[in-house]
């Protein structure tokens, strides 16, 4: 398995871990709107990931064939990202805003903190 593959395979297991906690917040505290925003937020935010996983892998393949490489998907999670906006937009009585865009955050955050630490134990 490469190394990029581990990567993916560690922040995914971090970002349902992050959800398991959501769902347990959402169920058992008075903040049910701020949880479901994180939760909607950061299944999106996974499926970002997953699509970002995707098109490295296709572009890694193109590359090492020698082809050409149009883009790695950034409008595709734009608008991923923009549907859980719309989301939250149209059912503000369930869903925060302020928490949604931090689920959205969510898969960047992890992949951040997983490269710092990784980073610091390589040196050891």
Same mark, same amino acid.
């Given at each position: &398995?490469?190394? #990029? =593959?581990?990567?993916?395979? =560690?922040?995914?297991?971090?970002? #349902?871990? $992050?959800? !398991?906690?959501?769902?347990?917040?959402?169920?058992?505290? +008075?903040?049910?709107?701020?949880?479901?925003?994180?939760?909607?937020?950061?299944? #999106? +935010?996974?499926?970002?990931?997953?699509?970002?996983?995707?098109?490295?892998?296709?572009?890694?393949?193109?590359? !090492?064939?020698?082809?050409?490489?149009?883009?790695?998907?950034? $409008? +595709? =999670? &734009?608008?991923?990202?923009?549907?859980?906006?719309?989301?939250?937009?149209? #059912?503000?009585?369930?869903?925060? &805003?302020?928490?949604?865009?931090?689920? $959205?955050?969510? +898969?960047?955050?992890?992949?951040?903190?997983?490269?710092?630490?990784?980073?610091?134990?390589?040196?050891?």
């Amino acid at each position: &398995m490469p190394d #990029f =593959r581990q990567m993916y395979n =560690r922040q995914r297991k971090w970002i #349902f871990y $992050l959800l !398991s906690i959501y769902v347990l917040g959402w169920g058992f505290t +008075s903040y049910q709107t701020i949880f479901l925003g994180l939760i909607l937020g950061t299944c #999106f +935010s996974y499926v970002n990931l997953w699509f970002l996983v995707k098109k490295t892998e296709d572009f890694e393949k193109k590359v !090492s064939q020698g082809k050409k490489v149009r883009s790695l998907g950034s $409008l +595709s =999670r &734009m608008a991923v990202a923009g549907i859980a906006a719309l989301i939250a937009l149209r #059912f503000p009585d369930y869903f925060n &805003m302020i928490s949604l865009v931090a689920g $959205l955050m969510t +898969s960047y955050i992890v992949i951040m903190i997983d490269y710092f630490y990784h980073a610091l134990h390589a040196h050891k």
